[in-house]
């Protein structure tokens, strides 16, 4: 977590190899090192914010804009059909590297790709009614 330029970007800069699949003037997507299934992708903003809520709207912007077609390239490329999305903030939320990032994870038939142990509970309507008023304000 140092405050040195991360290594995606060094990758974006051309000083760490890696196995690029897309670039334009606010996006670079490469392929992860440490795949959890064929054609795992991480599509990356060239701005170096290190969590999405620090994240312009403009790099924002256009990573949602080619995360669809991206996606859509590499279930294509791996023969899946379907996939996860996955964009993890803090170390507790598992991001190991400071610098923001969607992961694209095919799911194979085989079963490669993401498993995630969900633990939800219902729903307390009374706090949720609270917490949506609160975030609404926050977002006016
Ligand atoms: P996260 O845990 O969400 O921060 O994910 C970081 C991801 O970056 C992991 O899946 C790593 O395998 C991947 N990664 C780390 N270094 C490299 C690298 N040099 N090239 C490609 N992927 C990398």
Redesign the pocket.
């Known amino acids: 977590m140092g405050d040195g330029p991360s ?2 970007t060094k ?1 974006i800069q051309g000083e ?1 190899p ?1 196995h690029k699949v897309y670039e334009d003037d606010l996006v670079f997507a ?6 959890l299934s064929p054609g ?1 992708t ?1 599509v990356i903003p060239k701005e170096p914010a290190r969590t999405l809520d620090d994240l312009s709207d403009e790099s924002a912007q256009a990573v949602g804009r080619v995360l669809p077609r991206i996606s859509k390239a590499v279930l294509k490329a791996t023969g899946a059909s379907e996939f996860n999305v ?3 903030n803090g170390p507790n939320a ?4 400071f610098h923001v ?1 969607f ?1 694209i994870v095919p799911k194979m038939e085989d079963g490669r790709g993401l498993s995630i142990p969900f633990k939800s509970s219902p729903i307390d309507h009374d706090d949720a009614a609270q917490l949506s008023s609160s975030i609404r304000d926050l977002l006016d």
């Not at 490469?30 to 795949?35: A, E, H, S, V, Y």
């Not at 598992?94 to 590297?97: A, D, K, L, T």
Request: aromatic share 14%.
């Open positions: 290594i995606f990758i760490i890696c490469f392929l992860d090192i440490n795949p795992h991480l996955i964009q993890n598992f991001q190991s590297v990032h992961h």
